[in-house]
C-alpha cells in the first residue's frame, strides 16, 4: 500500500462562509485554519496547498473570553531603533476589526512560505455583506 501524496493541479478548492458574530476568536480561528490548510479533507498533504477558501463575515462582532479585550496589545515594529508601535484591540477593533481575526489564523498556520500563499484564502468582512456571493460559498 503506498501513500498517497496530493498534487498541486489535483486540487480543487471549495468556498466555506464563517459567522463571526458571538463566535470566540481563537475557537473561530482554528476552524478557519484548518480549513485553509485542508486538514478537513482526507487528501490532507502538509507540503502541499490542499486547503479551501474562507468567508468570515461580521468581524466585527467576535468575542473575547476573559480579561483579553482589556489586555490584549498588538504590536508592530518599523525596523528603526524606538519604532515599535503597540495599539489596544479596542482601537483595532474600531478602525480595522478584519486585523483581529487575521492575525489569530496567521498564528495558527505553520511559519514557512506556504503559509504566505494559504492567508491569501482566508477574506475577511467588517459588516455582514460579503463580495463572493457567485462562489457560493457553504455556511458553516
Same mark, same amino acid.
Given at each position: 500500500?503506498? $501513500?498517497?501524496?496530493?498534487?498541486?493541479? =489535483? @486540487?480543487?478548492? *471549495?468556498?466555506? /462562509?464563517?459567522?463571526?458574530?458571538?463566535?470566540? /476568536?481563537?475557537?473561530?480561528? +482554528? *476552524?478557519?485554519?484548518? %480549513?485553509?490548510?485542508?486538514?478537513?479533507?482526507? =487528501?490532507? =498533504?502538509?507540503? +502541499?496547498? !490542499?486547503?479551501?477558501?474562507? @468567508?468570515?463575515?461580521?468581524?466585527?462582532?467576535? +468575542?473575547? !473570553?476573559?480579561?483579553?479585550?482589556? $489586555? $490584549?496589545?498588538?504590536?508592530?515594529?518599523?525596523?528603526?531603533?524606538?519604532?515599535?508601535?503597540?495599539? *489596544?484591540?479596542?482601537? @483595532?477593533?474600531?478602525?480595522?476589526?478584519?486585523?483581529? %481575526?487575521?492575525?489569530?489564523?496567521?498564528?495558527?498556520?505553520?511559519?514557512?512560505?506556504?503559509?504566505?500563499?494559504?492567508? =491569501?484564502?482566508?477574506? +475577511?468582512?467588517?459588516?455582514? !455583506?460579503?463580495?463572493?456571493?457567485?462562489?457560493?460559498?457553504? *455556511?458553516?
Amino acid at each position: 500500500m503506498k $501513500t498517497y501524496l496530493a498534487k498541486k493541479e =489535483t @486540487v480543487q478548492p *471549495k468556498w466555506f /462562509l464563517i459567522d463571526a458574530e458571538g463566535k470566540v /476568536l481563537g475557537r473561530l480561528a +482554528v *476552524k478557519a485554519a484548518n %480549513i485553509i490548510r485542508g486538514r478537513h479533507k482526507p =487528501t490532507y =498533504t502538509p507540503h +502541499v496547498d !490542499t486547503g479551501d477558501y474562507v @468567508v468570515v463575515i461580521n468581524a466585527s462582532k467576535v +468575542v473575547l !473570553t476573559g480579561k483579553k479585550e482589556e $489586555t $490584549t496589545e498588538y504590536m508592530s515594529f518599523s525596523g528603526y531603533v524606538g519604532g515599535e508601535k503597540y495599539r *489596544k484591540l479596542a482601537d @483595532v477593533r474600531e478602525q480595522k476589526p478584519e486585523f483581529i %481575526i487575521k492575525q489569530a489564523v496567521k498564528g495558527m498556520l505553520p511559519k514557512n512560505r506556504l503559509a504566505a500563499d494559504m492567508l =491569501t484564502k482566508l477574506r +475577511v468582512f467588517p459588516g455582514a !455583506t460579503h463580495d463572493h456571493e457567485a462562489q457560493n460559498p457553504v *455556511k458553516l
